[in-house]
């Protein structure tokens, strides 16, 4: 591991401020994290539960944080696919945990599998397989 809960949580207040406020790491191991999404008003749709937009920004977050972890503070890492499946209602008034498994991480593409939870529940919410494309190092 590159990077721990510390050290990411700077960097994405550094690089995505406007969201950074939004998650928070729980635990880093080797090819793993996981992580909270703080549930408030904006994340909700009608009827009060979890929209999927945020359920989606928690899966992704967590396979970029998973991915960083293992190389290092690469901002421009960005997602190139992703296939994700909602299976259930979160619970109403709280906070989603996700656990994020590095599948595989090579030098130009990282794939995670994610999983995520309304904190409590023992059943995922949703599934969400995602792939990093990795900037490439610079030669000098």
Do not use: W
């Not at 700077?10 to 909270?36: G, I, L, S, Y």
């Not at 619970?91 to 498994?101: P, R, Y």
């Not at 590095?102 to 529940?121: C, I, W």
């Amino acid at each position: 591991m590159v990077m721990q809960a510390p050290e990411l949580m700077a960097f994405m207040r550094q690089v995505f401020e406007q969201v950074a406020d939004d998650f928070n790491v729980e635990e880093v191991k080797p090819n793993e994290v996981t992580m909270r999404m703080k549930i408030k008003e904006q994340h909700l749709r009608p009827g009060g539960t979890v929209s999927g937009p945020s359920m989606f920004a928690l899966a992704d977050v967590s396979a970029y944080i998973v991915t960083l972890a293992m190389i290092g503070p690469k901002a421009l890492a960005v997602t190139t696919s992703c296939s994700m499946d909602f299976m259930r209602k979160p619970v109403s008034g709280v906070d989603l945990i996700a656990t994020a498994k590095l599948l595989k991480l090579g030098r130009q593409l990282s794939v995670s599998h994610v999983l995520v939870y309304s904190e409590g529940q023992e059943d995922p919410v949703a599934q969400a397989t995602m792939t990093y494309a990795i900037p490439p190092q610079k030669v000098s």
